[in-house]
């Protein structure tokens, strides 16, 4: 096992609250990590060293001249040590030492700077090969990039070998803190889902109360005088409609006749497109009559070129005309219309219609509130099932880490994760 045991007895149990344990690990390891903290930090100054190395190598550079050499190789040698000097000058600006030396900085530190000199080394390559042809002495500059690569490799060692142990503090540490914060999360749940819940109590007594509220108006005096009226506004409707179909069944023996007279000669051809309202504002069907009987002769002597069949149909529905069976229904539906009025002003002044599709459509907003207040909480619920199990599953994760890293047995207080 990589990890030297902290505890000598190790049957020894340790109870730990989940928000001390980064607090519990740092004293437990304090040893270790004062040493590790302090390994960082002479690395750090050694690399500062060996960058102001690298720094007065540079300016020597900067103030070396390109011997006399062929032309070509001359510019080369001109572009390469320009490419370099600035290059260079990028790489100082952007490395930035860490105030502290703990693990977290040191492992983002070398890995940037790390990242940084390989690609300077990548690019520069063929940079140096060139400047080195010309310059023949480019030995202090390279060596001062060799000095401090070094450096940086002992960094790397402390922070990937000897950091390993820091690293997997770190991981213990934020595994208890992603705990912790999943708990808080449930917290906020279980009261957002105890709200809900709540919600939907006042959401059913209101439906409740509503309910109540349309029985009362459907018992009412005022609501059983309504049903009534509207009892006898449905029947006269249905006589209404009856009468309706009987005008124009009369109109319609008229109606092939029509279209083929109005070929010849005009035709009021509104009886045929709208009878009942022609007919309704016709005071005695006198103009409709006068109209037919101007027609009868000269059909009968068969002027307009009518068949039989059509001929025999005009004269039938021309005969009904002069015996009052159309007088009959149209002062039949005159008067159901008029007895129809009459109710219906009698039912707009009865409000409770009002008050019972305000109550209902109450009732239909309340049921819809309710059933996106239910699917809120069973969305809740799973999310709360979900956090539940991984928090579970994390804390028994945790805890065998602990134990792992220890050697001793480790659990965590219960009064913690409550």
Not at 351 to 374: F, H, Y
Request: no cysteine.
């Amino acid at each position: 096992m990589f990890f030297k045991k902290l505890f000598s007895k190790e049957d020894r149990v340790i109870g730990v609250e989940i928000n001390n344990i980064e607090k519990w690990l740092k004293e437990e390891n304090e040893e270790f990590i004062k040493t590790f903290e302090f390994e960082v930090s002479q690395a750090y100054k050694s690399l500062q060293n060996r960058l102001l190395d690298l720094k007065s190598s540079l300016h020597e550079l900067k103030n070396k001249e390109i011997p006399d050499v062929s032309e070509k190789l001359k510019r080369a040698a001109k572009t390469s040590k320009a490419e370099i000097e600035k290059d260079m000058e990028i790489l100082f600006n952007s490395i930035r030492f860490p105030e502290s030396s703990d693990y977290s900085s040191a492992f983002e530190f070398y890995n940037s700077v790390h990242k940084k000199i390989m690609n300077f080394g990548k690019k520069n390559k063929k940079n140096f090969i060139i400047l080195g042809e010309a310059l023949r002495d480019t030995r202090k500059l390279k060596k001062s990039l060799s000095d401090f690569e070094e450096e940086l490799i002992s960094l790397g060692e402390i922070v990937l070998y000897k950091g390993r142990k820091m690293r997997e503090i770190e991981n213990i540490v934020n595994l208890s803190k992603a705990i912790e914060k999943d708990k808080k999360r449930l917290e906020e749940l279980r009261s957002k889902l105890k709200n809900l819940n709540s919600a939907l109590e006042f959401q059913k007594d209101k439906l409740r109360e509503t309910e109540r509220k349309i029985e009362e108006i459907k018992e009412s005096k005022d609501m059983k005088k309504f049903m009534k009226l509207r009892d006898a506004i449905k029947s006269y409707e249905r006589k209404k409609s009856e009468i309706e179909n009987r005008i124009f069944y009369e109109v319609q023996h008229f109606e092939k006749a029509f279209k083929k007279i109005s070929s010849k000669q005009k035709v009021e051809m509104k009886y045929i497109n709208s009878p009942l309202e022609t007919l309704l504002e016709d005071s005695e069907l006198k103009k409709f009559k006068e109209f037919l009987s101007s027609l009868k002769p000269l059909v009968m002597r068969g002027e307009f070129g009518l068949s039989e069949k059509v001929k025999e149909k005009f004269l039938s529905g021309v005969e009904r005309v002069e015996t009052g069976v159309l007088d009959w229904h149209i002062k039949e539906y005159r008067e159901i219309k008029k007895k129809l009025n009459e109710l219906e002003k009698k039912e707009s002044k009865i409000g409770v219609t009002e008050e019972k599709v305000k109550r209902e459509e109450e009732e239909k907003m309340w049921k819809q509130t309710i059933k996106a207040t239910k699917e809120k909480i069973k969305e809740v619920e799973n999310k709360i099932k979900e956090l539940d199990k991984k928090i579970d599953s994390d804390i028994k994760t945790l805890e065998k880490k602990l134990n792992l890293f220890t050697g001793v047995k480790v659990y965590l207080k219960a009064s913690s994760l409550n």
